[in-house]
């Protein structure tokens, strides 16, 4: 009979504990900083590490990469070398200290180090190197400038923090590697670094060759690459690859990256869908928590329409709101105006707490904000404690409009409705992005919105196939690659209507951020030569290569690419 698998997992995770790696094999010390406790009390150790404080000549706090332990500097003459020697070394300077284990003194030990119940009594010491002065000091609650720890990266590294987060990236990475190729059979390939152009997508690298004339491309994804892995036959791939991307510069893309980068064959979207999901649950660090699943989906008509944008942050409310029925009737010109559009809508947002936390400014910056990103113009509606509704719009409406509207928009005394009008995408846009400034600015004043703990993932489906170029709205391009399949219920419209196809993409969005994405292939030559040569109006020859491929037998495939999660 099969285990269950939450029975499983639990006996993968404590054969990994009776297996805890030794920090201390192949080297010289005896102990980390780290692991010393009141059961070594007695014990000779070896320690290496930084200095990171020093007190008086009585004591210094010796660090690595595990941990604290608090060294006692002998005060004895015979000693006294060595004391001289430990007092007048700079902070950071690498020592390696030898003594006994000892209990600290009552009243002393220090219950938020691990090691607060013991010192180290030190017999024998080394300098090892020593530190010049330092540009910052290496303590987390620093505050240093961007610049200088990138000058300094070197040193920013020696912080818990960014040490931490090294150590869970590879502990993630390999209990991936675990569930993919271990339990589920995908092979570990590494693909070409140097390419060609492939058409649509991000700019690329170029390499220069040492023919004249002749550039190599760094790939933006192997995609291509695990295409063609899945035509050869290998039925499942896996690779922490590197990519590379020449967007600028960027806040939420780096020009260089890695991907988790997956591909299966005779695969739909629900069963790439249920494999990530089991990797993530298989690899999500237990110290962050449990995650449920399985993770929740809307299409990308219905996050458009909630939130304003494909990646919504669902730890929060303040959905946008449709109102064009309640307000429909209304003798308001201009949202008669907008409601005459193909497809014009009235919608809203409610601020909960609005009149408390947002001042007159604030309310200012977020119009000014639409006006700027959107061109949309944004009228306020306040909710007085007495009932009543203040607006420029108010004066007319009647007093049924006013309470279909306070009902329809579950409007409470002290609330603020940030209304637009016009056009559905341009209108939900706007009103996306002032949801999220309004929370930033709702939490700056001290209403807790937002749970920094909690990690909400989400599947968005049903993306657009294709978008309007915005530089000739005439033309179309993909909206995310070439080799995307379409909806199987849009497959006619692709030759009739392809404005209207729906793609097989789907992203994984983690807390109002796009952590991974994927589709479903073509497998078709005909298919994709007809999308690159009829619909984007592509030169196939730049792909004649894997669409001579895909003529050989080519299975169904599709896959996903998930960006770090760890940092």
Known sequence: MALPRLLVRALHRAAAAAAAPDFNSFVTRTNTCGELRAAHVGQKVTLYGWIQYQRQGLFLVLRDFQGLTQVVIPQDEAHSHMKELLSNAPVESVVRVTGTVSPRPLGQENPKMPTGEIEVKAETAEILNSCKKLPFEIKDFIKKSEALRMQYRYLDLRSSRLQNALRLRSRVVMRMREYLCNLHGFVDVETPTLFKRTPGGAKEFLVPSREAGKFYSLPQSPQQFKQLLMVGGLDRYFQVARCYRDEGSRPDRQPEFTQIDIEMSFVDQAGIQRLIEGLLQHSWPEERGCIMTPFP???????????????????????????????????????????????????????????????????????????????????????????????????????????????????????????????????????????????????????????????????????????????????????????????????????????????????????????????????????????????????????????????????????????????
């Open 297 to 567: 989906s809307m299409t990308y008509e219905e996050a458009l329409a909630e939130y304003g944008t494909d990646k919504p942050d669902t730890r929060f409310g303040m959905k946008i709101m449709d109102i064009s029925d309640v307000l429909r009737g209304s003798n308001i010109q201009f949202l008669q105006n907008a409601l005459s559009y193909p497809r014009g809508s009235i919608r809203a947002i409610c601020i909960p707490q609005g009149v408390r936390y947002l001042t007159n400014k604030d309310l200012e910056s977020l119009k000014e904000s639409a006006k700027s990103q959107f061109n949309q113009e944004i009228m306020e509606i306040i909710h007085r404690p007495d009932g009543s509704l203040k607006s420029l719009l108010t004066k007319f409406l009647g007093e049924k409009e006013q309470s279909e509207l306070i009902q329809a928009l579950n409007m409470q005394e002290g609330d603020v409705v940030l209304l637009a009008a016009g056009e559905h995408k341009q209108v939900c846009s706007a009103l996306g992005a002032l949801r999220l400034l309004s929370a930033n600015l709702l939490e700056a004043a001290g209403l807790a919105l937002r749970d920094p703990t909690a990690f909400h993932f989400l599947w968005v489906v049903d993306f657009p196939l294709f978008l309007p170029k915005a530089e000739n709205p005439t033309e179309l391009e993909s909206a995310h690659h070439p080799f995307t399949a379409p909806h199987p219920s849009d497959v006619s419209l692709l030759y009739a209507d392809p404005t209207k196809v729906r793609s097989q993409h789907y992203d994984l969005v983690l807390n109002g951020n796009e952590v991974g994405g994927g589709s479903i292939r073509i497998h078709s030559a005909e298919q994709q030569r007809f999308v690159l040569e009829k619909v984007l109006k592509e030169d196939s020859e730049v792909l004649s290569h894997l669409i001579e491929a895909l003529e050989f037998g080519a299975p169904p495939h599709g896959g996903i690419a998930l960006e770090d999660l760890t940092g």
